[in-house]
């Protein structure tokens, strides 16, 4: 209830149309995480779909990846992308969890891949420590939920993918943060 009014204010206010779309965005992932919860998938993908169409009316995942401009990195709008991508990943592991059809673990694998390339597209534009911290936790996030998968398909080359990107994730920030210190830090 309190999501669906977060869409009726968000629709009351005086938003520019990014500010609007970001917060009905945020809200119809968090609606969709919601009936995910219930166990009731159909409705999750709708409002998980609403979302997508907040950026463009029929928006998926994969057509994200490929369009993906500065409008939605500029502002802060980049978790909200990649919380409603691990979120939809998420809902087709927990699907599978309840009607063992194998099917769902693979469309997890291709949501899990395809936010970890949109993080990498994006991760150079981040600066700020906030910034770094997010990309810490959300990329955490992501390869954790990525790895599990992989366990329960048995798919060893997609689990080592997913093992080498959070270590090059790591090493990558490490390093970032070296070459901003001194030789005497160092």
């Known amino acids: 209830a309190y999501c669906k009014n977060s869409v009726f204010y968000a629709n009351k206010t005086t938003f520019d149309k990014v500010g609007r779309d ?43 990846l490929y369009s993906f401009g500065d409008e939605f990195s500029k502002n802060k709008s980049v978790h909200y992308l990649v919380e409603l991508l691990i979120n939809k990943g998420n809902a087709f592991v927990k699907l599978f969890k309840e009607s063992k059809q194998r099917r769902f673990l693979a469309r997890a694998i291709e949501i899990y891949k395809t936010t970890d390339q949109l993080l990498n597209r994006i991760r150079a534009e981040q600066t700020v420590l906030e910034s770094k911290l ?29 093992f080498e990107r959070s270590r090059a994730v790591l090493l990558n920030e490490h390093l970032t943060i070296q070459r901003w210190m001194g030789s005497d830090d160092i």
């Open 22 to 64: 970001l917060v009905l965005l945020n809200a119809f992932s968090n609606i969709g995480n919601i009936y995910v919860y219930k166990g009731l998938y159909d409705s999750a993908f709708i409002y998980f779909q609403q979302a997508f169409d907040q950026i463009k009316p029929g928006m998926n995942e994969r057509e994200l």
């Open 134 to 162: 997010f990309w810490r936790s959300d990329s955490r996030h992501l390869y954790e939920n990525a790895i599990e998968v992989c366990f329960l398909q048995d798919d060893a080359i997609s689990a080592f993918y997913f």
